[in-house]
């Protein structure tokens, strides 16, 4: 049986009841928090599309760094994984990275560009050349 493509993937608010039935595939220890390779579970479970799995696993990655903690609420260890509340956002960053929607270019390497002697600044906006 062919898998479903990523496009499928359940992050829109009616699609309550596959979310569920995904995340508890993913959540092997039961505990309503996905770890990382938790999250990974889910190249098995869908079609890329040809994308290599370095950049399925970066786009993977980003999405569970934003995602974790999302509320802000957390503290301790329970803020370094997705916790199931926190799912539906991490699935619909996940899609939209896969997308390239949500690429933008960094201000700091774009003012870097073509530019020799001028002002630089970081993320913060302090002047660092």
């Known amino acids: 049986m062919a898998k479903p493509s990523y496009s499928e993937i359940p992050y829109q608010r009616d699609k309550l009841q596959s979310r569920k039935s995904l995340f508890d595939s993913c959540d092997s220890h039961s505990n309503?928090?996905?770890s990382m390779a938790e999250a990974e579970q889910l190249l098995d479970q869908y079609d890329f599309g040809g994308k290599p799995v370095a950049e399925v696993k970066r786009c993977i990655k980003a999405?569970?760094?934003?995602?974790?903690?999302?509320g802000g609420d957390q503290t301790g260890a329970a803020a370094?994984?997705?916790?199931?509340?926190?799912f539906r956002i991490f699935l619909e960053i996940f899609v939209?990275?896969?997308?390239g929607k949500d690429d933008k270019p960094d201000p700091r390497l774009e003012d870097l560009k073509g530019k020799k002697g001028g002002t630089t600044t970081c993320c913060g906006g302090c002047v660092i050349a």
Request: charged letters at 45%.
């Open 32 to 34: 309503h928090y996905l």
């Open 63 to 70: 999405a569970f760094d934003e995602a974790k903690n999302y």
């Open 80 to 86: 370094d994984f997705v916790e199931h509340r926190e």
């Open 96 to 99: 939209k990275k896969l997308e």
